[in-house]
């Protein structure tokens, strides 16, 4: 029996479908209460007083919370410098302080959700205005205004690379190409906004259930603001509307069992449920990171890369959320998936007013992959050479040197990936070498009508990196008595929509060949699973798969043993990583990556400055497909995903004030916008320790569509397009139809 490998249908699509699954928001508990948030609505500011008497004579308000009644008033993934509700009477330093639109500064719960909006606008707020920093450079700036004074600068971190002789390689080089690249905010734009209810269970437990992507994490977070010990605090997941990274960091888990917790306190044992608006969530939770990027590259005439030196500028906005870690990973990969023997890197993130920046898919690679292949679409342009035949002399192969000095991880398949891709979009492998397909870039009926091509390719790390403990928990309990007649398989990990715990179900019956009827999943509850890590870095199937398995043969072995029931219990860890070297960032970086290439198809409107993309292609190596319908669907989202992302999202910050705060104004694709035909190229190139050779892959077709499209933009039109989104004006004012000025 084998079950990897085929497209089982979801565990989740028939209550999917039918409506029966749960999201948060769909939970209702008996007796329930509303909350609404008072959101600080300026980018920087000390709050002087709070006045929230007017709100709590409002017939039906419950409660109404601010600063002083949070115990331990700060959180945070990696640093704690964020506070629950900004304000008076806490005891961390500055939590008086706003730092972004979307701070929270007040908690109404009421008999209704109308009371309490209700209650909320009538909480008055003095401030004392702040000086506002919207913009990296200038936050780095040695007068800058500090946004938290405590830390004594604007740089929330950097790193830096130095392998080899970079001016001495530069000297010796034939052509060199330099220039800078800026990428923008995005907005996950998840389905189902931030909701969720926070209760007392009936073991005295403060118990949320919310939608996030580590429950564990989350349980950490709210115990250490709550002052409370770990194990009376639960979190669970019900079904989870989307993510993208956008669940990693706190949004409504916290102040839910803020809530529940204070309101037992006051013997009102009542449900707090809350679901925020669209607007809400645009400026309640983080995006992904803009970044500008510098860049100079040099190569020799035959096409061997030799130096590369880059300068990453970072935006964290308000806060730090994933932001060293999501630097540390543009800091990798800003140098491609290519072997280049002379490397340095400056990377920075740093604090503005701006709404806070962390974890969305790719997580730093999109950013640094964008300028690192457009810089080798260039070389090739300069050198007169074919794209993938320059990147096929440079690609990384077994036993390549990465630019943090070390080797590789074993599984290395870019060159596999890069070839399917090549040859699906109509390049020729000849005896000289790789030779592009010819496109006749003017339309002669429609001659506004332009067309191009573009190729490029990346790698992304598997699983944390840098250092970052890295484990996995599962339990496996086999039940019957002559035999296994049912499964449960215990497992905190997330499924975010991605199909994660079909994966599961599949590991563990291939495993203990068991048909999959015979597999029940717990999942997501602190209460009854351990730690799994979080649903992000591409890694759940990666670390699941490797968990569930192990788990499952030491129950099997325990059922060979006469145990009835028998359980397993394991933890997978992989191999260690190492931290950057703080001189030369010599570094074990990741345990494994995975690799993919992509090519697009476009057409360009030069009257209206309208990109269509007809063709996506993407060959990624995904190294086992457990479940190949799941495969080609993470392909299909993520690069449509990066589609909306190059072209079209274009998410716009005034004076750290958002102004597309809804999805009227902040346009995302439709149905209409996927190109006509999507070709998903399913590499299954077995990772060396991946659980039967799978690897991770949520992530991989996100990582090169947005160059692909910049280089078939140049082809089409012959710019080159160093910024994007590529919105109609700044087509046209690439394209010299329209004067310079700010699309705000």
Same mark, same amino acid.
């Given at each position: 029996?084998?079950?990897?490998?085929?497209?089982?249908? $979801?565990?989740?699509?028939?209550?999917?479908?039918?409506?029966?699954t749960?999201?948060?928001?769909?939970?209702?508990f008996?007796?329930?209460?509303?909350?609404?948030?008072?959101?600080?609505?300026?980018?920087?500011?000390r709050?002087?007083?709070?006045?929230?008497?007017?709100?709590?004579?409002?017939?039906?308000?419950?409660?109404?919370?601010?600063a002083?009644?949070?115990p331990?008033?700060?959180?945070?993934?990696?640093?704690?410098?964020?506070p629950?509700?900004?304000?008076?009477?806490?005891?961390?330093?500055?939590?008086?302080?706003?730092?972004?639109i979307g701070?929270?500064?007040?908690?109404?719960?009421?008999?209704?959700?109308e009371?309490?909006?209700?209650?909320?606008?009538?909480? #008055?707020?003095?401030?004392?205005?702040?000086?506002?920093?919207?913009?990296?450079?200038?936050?780095?700036?040695?007068?800058?205004?500090?946004?938290?004074?405590d830390?004594?600068?604007?740089?929330?971190?950097r790193?830096?690379? $130095?392998?080899?002789?970079?001016?001495?390689?530069?000297?010796?080089?034939?052509?060199?190409?330099?220039?800078?690249?800026?990428?923008?905010?995005?907005? #996950?734009?998840?389905?189902?906004?931030?909701?969720?209810?926070?209760?007392?269970d009936?073991?005295? $437990?403060?118990?949320?259930y919310?939608?996030?992507?580590w429950?564990?994490?989350?349980q950490?977070?709210?115990?250490?603001?709550?002052?409370?010990?770990?194990?009376?605090?639960?979190?669970?997941?019900?079904?989870?509307?989307?993510?993208?990274?956008?669940?990693?960091?706190?949004?409504?888990?916290?102040?839910?069992?803020?809530?529940?917790?204070?309101?037992?306190?006051r013997?009102?044992?009542?449900?707090?449920?809350?679901?925020?608006s669209?607007?809400?969530?645009?400026?309640?939770?983080?995006?992904?990171?803009?970044?500008r990027?510098?860049?100079?590259?040099?190569?020799?005439?035959?096409?061997?890369?030799?130096?590369?030196? !880059?300068?990453?500028?970072?935006?964290?906005?308000?806060?730090?959320?994933?932001s060293?870690?999501?630097?540390?990973?543009?800091?990798?990969?800003?140098?491609?998936?290519?072997?280049?023997?002379?490397?340095?890197v400056?990377?920075?993130?740093?604090? =503005?007013?701006?709404?806070?920046?962390?974890?969305?898919?790719?997580?730093?690679?999109?950013?640094?992959?964008?300028a690192?292949?457009?810089?080798?679409?260039?070389?090739?342009?300069?050198?007169?050479?074919?794209?993938?035949?320059?990147?096929? $002399?440079?690609?990384?192969?077994?036993?390549?040197?990465?630019?943090?000095?070390?080797?590789?991880?074993?599984?290395?398949?870019?060159?596999?990936?890069?070839?399917?891709?090549?040859?699906?979009?109509?390049?020729?492998?000849?005896?000289?070498?790789?030779?592009?397909?010819?496109?006749?870039?003017?339309?002669?009926?429609?001659?506004?009508?332009?067309?191009?091509?573009?190729?490029?390719?990346a790698?992304?790390?598997?699983?944390?990196?840098?250092?970052?403990?890295?484990?996995?928990?599962a339990?496996?309990?086999?039940?019957?008595?002559?035999?296994?007649?049912?499964?449960r398989?215990?497992?905190?990990?997330?499924?975010?929509?991605?199909?994660?715990?079909?994966?599961?179900?599949?590991?563990?019956?291939?495993?203990?060949?068991?048909?999959?009827?015979?597999?029940e999943?717990?999942? &997501?509850?602190?209460?009854?699973?351990?730690?799994?890590?979080?649903a &992000?870095?591409s890694? !759940?199937?990666?670390?699941?798969?490797?968990?569930?398995k192990?788990?499952?043969?030491?129950?099997?072995?325990?059922?060979?043993?006469?145990?009835?029931?028998?359980?397993?219990?394991?933890?997978?860890?992989?191999?260690?990583?190492?931290?950057?070297?703080?001189?030369?960032?010599? &570094?074990?970086?990741?345990?494994?990556?995975?690799?993919?290439?992509?090519?697009a198809?476009?057409?360009?409107?030069?009257?209206?400055?309208?990109?269509?993309?007809?063709?996506?292609?993407?060959?990624?190596?995904?190294?086992?497909?457990?479940?190949?319908?799941?495969?080609?669907?993470?392909?299909?989202?993520?690069?449509?995903?990066?589609?909306?992302?190059? @072209?079209?999202?274009?998410?716009?910050?005034?004076?750290a004030?958002?102004?597309?705060?809804?999805?009227? =104004?902040?346009?995302?694709?439709? @149905?209409?916008?996927?190109?006509?035909?999507?070709?998903?190229?399913?590499?299954?190139?077995?990772?060396?320790?991946?659980?039967?050779?799978?690897?991770?892959m949520?992530?991989?077709?996100?990582?090169?569509?947005?160059?692909?499209?910049?280089?078939?933009?140049? !082809?089409?039109?012959?710019?080159?397009m160093?910024?994007?989104?590529?919105?109609?004006?700044?087509?046209?004012?690439?394209?010299?139809?329209?004067?310079?000025?700010s699309?705000?």
């Amino acid at each position: 029996m084998t079950i990897l490998g085929q497209s089982v249908q $979801r565990v989740d699509a028939v209550g999917k479908v039918t409506g029966k699954t749960l999201y948060p928001g769909d939970l209702n508990f008996p007796d329930q209460l509303y909350m609404k948030v008072y959101f600080a609505k300026r980018p920087h500011a000390r709050i002087v007083s709070i006045d929230t008497s007017a709100a709590e004579k409002v017939p039906g308000v419950v409660a109404v919370f601010t600063a002083k009644d949070v115990p331990v008033n700060e959180y945070g993934l990696g640093i704690y410098d964020q506070p629950v509700l900004c304000g008076l009477g806490s005891s961390k330093p500055y939590a008086d302080r706003v730092r972004f639109i979307g701070d929270q500064v007040a908690l109404v719960i009421a008999e209704s959700e109308e009371i309490a909006a209700y209650a909320r606008d009538l909480i #008055h707020v003095v401030y004392e205005d702040l000086p506002v920093v919207d913009n990296p450079l200038d936050a780095m700036r040695e007068d800058a205004v500090l946004l938290h004074p405590d830390r004594g600068s604007n740089v929330l971190t950097r790193y830096r690379i $130095r392998k080899g002789d970079v001016e001495k390689a530069f000297a010796n080089a034939d052509v060199i190409v330099e220039d800078e690249y800026v990428t923008p905010v995005q907005e #996950h734009a998840f389905l189902q906004p931030e909701a969720g209810v926070g209760l007392i269970d009936e073991e005295g $437990r403060v118990t949320v259930y919310v939608a996030g992507q580590w429950a564990h994490k989350d349980q950490e977070q709210i115990a250490h603001a709550l002052g409370l010990p770990l194990e009376q605090v639960r979190v669970v997941y019900p079904a989870i509307g989307g993510a993208f990274g956008g669940r990693e960091d706190m949004s409504v888990q916290i102040i839910l069992a803020l809530a529940a917790w204070r309101l037992y306190q006051r013997g009102i044992h009542r449900p707090v449920k809350i679901v925020w608006s669209r607007e809400e969530s645009i400026i309640g939770h983080h995006k992904r990171h803009p970044y500008r990027i510098r860049a100079r590259w040099g190569a020799t005439r035959e096409g061997k890369l030799v130096a590369a030196e !880059m300068e990453l500028i970072a935006d964290s906005g308000a806060y730090a959320y994933t932001s060293p870690k999501v630097l540390g990973n543009a800091t990798l990969m800003c140098t491609g998936p290519y072997e280049i023997p002379n490397v340095k890197v400056d990377s920075y993130a740093v604090y =503005t007013n701006n709404i806070p920046n962390g974890a969305f898919r790719g997580f730093g690679g999109p950013q640094a992959t964008f300028a690192a292949e457009m810089q080798m679409n260039k070389l090739a342009e300069k050198l007169g050479m074919d794209p993938v035949e320059l990147r096929m $002399r440079n690609i990384l192969r077994e036993g390549s040197i990465l630019s943090v000095g070390t080797p590789v991880p074993k599984g290395v398949s870019i060159e596999e990936v890069l070839t399917g891709c090549a040859l699906k979009a109509g390049w020729q492998k000849t005896d000289t070498g790789w030779r592009a397909p010819e496109i006749q870039t003017v339309d002669a009926q429609f001659p506004h009508i332009r067309r191009g091509i573009g190729i490029a390719c990346a790698f992304k790390n598997v699983g944390f990196s840098f250092g970052a403990p890295e484990q996995c928990w599962a339990t496996v309990e086999l039940i019957g008595k002559a035999e296994i007649e049912k499964v449960r398989v215990y497992h905190a990990g997330a499924d975010c929509g991605q199909g994660a715990h079909t994966v599961f179900a599949q590991f563990a019956a291939e495993t203990l060949g068991v048909p999959l009827e015979k597999i029940e999943l717990i999942v &997501s509850d602190t209460a009854t699973t351990l730690n799994s890590g979080s649903a &992000s870095a591409s890694r !759940m199937t990666f670390m699941a798969g490797n968990a569930i398995k192990g788990a499952a043969e030491i129950a099997l072995e325990n059922w060979k043993n006469e145990e009835r029931p028998a359980k397993g219990t394991y933890q997978y860890r992989p191999p260690r990583t190492t931290p950057y070297d703080p001189e030369t960032g010599k &570094s074990e970086p990741n345990f494994a990556y995975g690799y993919v290439a992509e090519a697009a198809e476009v057409e360009v409107d030069t009257e209206t400055g309208q990109i269509e993309v007809k063709r996506l292609i993407c060959a990624d190596d995904v190294g086992k497909a457990v479940n190949p319908q799941q495969v080609v669907g993470q392909i299909e989202g993520a690069v449509v995903q990066a589609l909306g992302y190059t @072209i079209m999202e274009n998410f716009v910050q005034k004076n750290a004030v958002p102004l597309t705060t809804t999805l009227s =104004t902040y346009l995302i694709p439709t @149905i209409l916008d996927v190109p006509e035909k999507i070709d998903s190229i399913v590499v299954e190139h077995p990772d060396p320790i991946g659980p039967y050779g799978a690897r991770g892959m949520g992530e991989m077709p996100y990582m090169a569509v947005a160059p692909a499209i910049c280089s078939a933009v140049k !082809m089409a039109t012959g710019v080159w397009m160093d910024e994007f989104p590529l919105t109609p004006e700044r087509v046209l004012r690439a394209l010299g139809e329209l004067e310079e000025e700010s699309e705000a």
